[in-house]
């Protein structure tokens, strides 16, 4: 396909990509409606624009070898370094039981709805592998096992435009269900009951999210001690995912899953991560900027999955996708209000750890931050947290089980 940028014209098209970030990170900051949509969001929807209207081309090693290649995986050793097991393990109370059963929801969810909707939506078990990871953990969930699973790019991008679409239908239902007195009747509501008692303390809400948002310090050793860790991360996991995945035989369903398992630098990349996090917590709460970084990096990668994307396939493919995000959702609310009745948990920390499986660690703080539940704002962190590291695992697992 001709195109005004030539696939080769490597200096442009990174320029035009890092600019599109750039511009996609100031407009999330900058307007409250980008904000709802998400920076991530707006970088690939200039991307398809980009290609659809023939400015750059739909491949380039740019995309392809320096994103895909170095990028994703460099981001997500930085992204985990605040996963700190023995922190979340003490702190979170009945908050991490509702997770996990939550997560529990995520996987039946993708299991039903690829039962119940396979056969009208084409590679319905890839999408589902990566919204499981997405649904337990987050974006870089949703990153890894797509470049796991070796996703078709559109399929990505239609997955990731029903996802936006899915969270906005997602979060007024839960705002709905935080003010339900019939579901008040049933669960325990301690937070709000103090907040009605005693009003929202706005001011402490105000410095939690400055604090989360806010800039802060970074120097270049900092940078250097960063970048370091995750390329060091990543050549460690590699190599142990190239031995076992030689190592360990095909030719059944079980062997198979425990090839792509035990065969993935993301299941070694993540576990590293974790365990560096886990037992030398001050050296990696020592290592400032890495969030910043690792965000930025998963920024290029949302550019780049929009670069491929068809808006015609997109179109046809979203509102089905749709659909299954809805399902699984759906069942992962059954799960965790079941399960957190049954192990006596409020009516707040329900909301949150389903938030937490759904939307991941920032929005569940956002929204105890808007509700004024601000002692379930650690909490509920700590969580949604922990999801980006079983997210990968339980991803892998749904997707060998469903591809085959």
Known sequence: MNTLISADNTWVLMSIMVLVVAFSIWMEQTYAWASKISGAIIALIC??????????????????????????????PLLLLQVNLTKIWKETGRMLGI????????????????LILGKF??????VAAMMTGSYIGGGVNFTALADAFHVDQTLISAATVADNLNMAIYF????????????????????????????????????????????KEISLRDIAIDFAFSI??????????????????????????LNTFFGSQYVWITTVAMLFATVLPEKAEAMHGAQELGTYLIYLFFFVIGVPASIPLIIQQAPLLLVFCLLMVIVNMLFCFIGGKLIGGSL?????????????????????????????????????????VVGTYLGIVVGSLLIG
Not at 191 to 213: F, M, P, Q, R, S
Not at 374 to 386: A, D, E, R, S
């Open 47 to 76: 991307a398809l624009l980009l290609t659809n209207l023939k400015i750059i081309p739909a491949s380039a090693p740019i995309f392809d070898d320096v994103v895909w290649g170095f990028a994703v995986p460099m981001a997500i």
């Open 99 to 114: 997770f996990l059963i939550g997560a529990l929801g995520t996987v039946a969810g993708a299991m039903l709805g690829v």
């Open 121 to 126: 939506i084409p590679n319905l078990p890839y």
């Open 172 to 215: 007024m239902i839960l705002i709905a269900f935080a003010g339900s007195a019939w579901l008040r009747k049933h669960y325990p509501h301690p937070h709000i009951d103090h907040v009605l008692a005693n009003g929202t303390d706005a001011e402490e809400g105000k410095t939690l999210a400055a604090k989360y948002w806010g800039r």
């Open 232 to 257: 060091i991360v990543v050549t460690i996991s590699k190599a142990i995912a190239g031995v076992l995945s030689t190592a360990i035989p095909t030719g059944n369903w079980f062997l198979n899953m």
């Open 348 to 388: 707040e920390e329900i909301i949150l750890a389903s938030n937490a499986n759904i939307g991941g660690p920032t929005t569940a703080a956002g929204m105890a931050i808007a509700q004024g539940w601000n002692k379930l704002v650690g909490p509920c962190m700590l969580v949604g947290t922990f999801g980006y």
